[in-house]
T-cell receptor, first 108, second 112 residues
Framework: QKEVEQDPGPLSVPEGAIVSLNCTYS??????FMWYRQYSRKGPELLMY????GNKEDGRFTAQVDKSSKYISLFIRDSQPSDSATYLC????????FGAGTTVTVRA | DVKVTQSSRYLVKRTGEKVFLECVQD?????MFWYRQDPGLGLRLIYFSYDVKMKEKGDIPEGYSVSREKKERFSLILESASTNQTSMYLC???????????FGEGSRLTVL
């Protein structure tokens, strides 16, 4: 079993739609939960970071963590073409473990 | 503005050549990392370093080595490049005990 599983996508949605991205993990030692965004031909950049179960909002983005189910999600509300990117979940114990990424295209 | 700079964005090498990928960070970070990124496999950790002259193997170190002679510089070395090392290579740095990695823009290596 892989340590991190991410819904593979790709996803294509119309502008204004809600985007839902999901990852599961198996390592109970993971303490920090992150989402990175990677634009084409660029390195990943941190989008959201949390360490507790529950929801964390930042503008149009909501990160959700369920430690009991070992499941995290990222929701993007009112999606924009500028949100088109690959989104990677990441988990931290003594090093970061990444999901394979989900490529999202928001159509204008 | 934080900056991780990878010296080459695109390289084409031949099988058996020695390849050097250079990475420099200007944030005085202790930790530096080398990942490779392949479609469907995500980011896989090759090597990392928590201090000058210190290195630790990641998940896929075979066929690679690293050098960290100065705090700001972390080099990835492919002693004898092979076609299965064709990939995007990403360097990153972070402060100690921090979850956020700062990535460079990547070096796309093609081995023919």
């Amino acid at each position: 079993q892989k340590e991190v599983e991410q819904d593979p996508g790709p996803l294509s949605v119309p502008e204004g739609a809600i985007v839902s991205l999901n990852c599961t993990y198996s390592n109970s030692a993971f303490q920090y939960f992150m989402w990175y965004r990677q634009y084409s031909r660029k390195g990943p950049e941190l989008l959201m970071y949390t360490y507790s179960s529950g929801n964390k909002e930042d503008g149009r983005f909501t990160a959700q963590v369920d430690k009991s189910s070992k499941y995290i999600s990222l929701f993007i509300r009112d999606s924009q073409p500028s949100d088109s990117a690959t989104y990677l979940c990441a988990f931290n114990d003594y090093k970061l473990s990444f999901g394979a990424g989900t490529t999202v295209t928001v159509r204008a | 503005d934080v900056k991780v700079t990878q010296s080459s964005r695109y390289l084409v090498k031949r099988t058996g050549e020695k390849v050097f990928l250079e990475c420099v960070q200007d944030m005085d970070h202790e930790n530096m990392f080398w990942y490779r990124q392949d479609p469907g496999l995500g980011l896989r950790l090759i090597y990392f370093s928590y201090d000058v002259k210190m290195k630790e193997k990641g998940d896929i170190p075979e066929g690679y080595s690293v050098s960290r002679e100065k705090k700001e510089r972390f080099s990835l070395i492919l002693e004898s490049a092979s076609t299965n090392q064709t990939s995007m290579y990403l360097c990153a740095s972070s402060p100690p005990l921090a979850g956020e990695l700062f990535f460079g823009e990547g070096s796309r290596l093609t081995v023919l």
